[in-house]
């Protein structure tokens, strides 16, 4: 997958939208996914999903509110952030596993070898 490299952070107001995008200096691999962490917590899957974009996986916290899309032509991975609130704010990692099945295209970090450098979003309320 090479280097992944995120863009499209952010400082917003609850309520608000932001778009993140990660370009693939090489290729998206089977898995790919979104996480983020805040300050003093662990980092938590956001979303994932598989190369043909049919199967995704949210965290509870985002369904409904967050939309995971990859582009494999152009090899972006991209997370729509709608109704964004004040817990949403953190550094958010775009990543890529190189394990191959659905099952495994998980919200578990462990399973995720190649990771961005992380873009900044911040909610005010």
């Known amino acids: 997958q090479g280097q992944l490299v995120e863009s499209g952070g952010g400082s917003v107001q609850a309520g608000g939208s932001l778009r993140l995008s990660c370009a693939a200096s090489?290729?998206?691999?089977?898995?790919m996914g979104w996480f983020r962490q805040a300050p003093g917590k662990e980092r938590e899957g956001v979303a994932t999903?598989?190369?043909?974009?049919?199967?995704?996986r949210y965290a509870d916290s985002v369904k409904g509110r967050f939309t995971i899309s990859r582009d494999n032509a152009k090899n972006t991975l991209d997370l729509q952030m709608n109704s964004l609130k004040a817990e949403d704010t953190a550094m958010y990692y775009c990543?890529?596993?190189?394990?191959?099945?659905?099952?495994?295209?998980?919200?578990?970090?462990?399973?995720?070898?190649?990771w961005g450098q992380g873009t900044q979003v911040t909610v005010s309320s």
């Open positions: 090489g290729y998206l691999t089977y898995c």
């Open positions: 999903i598989v190369k043909s974009g049919l199967v995704t």
């Open positions: 990543a890529a596993s190189s394990l191959v099945g659905r099952a495994y295209c998980s919200l578990v970090a462990g399973r995720f070898s190649a």
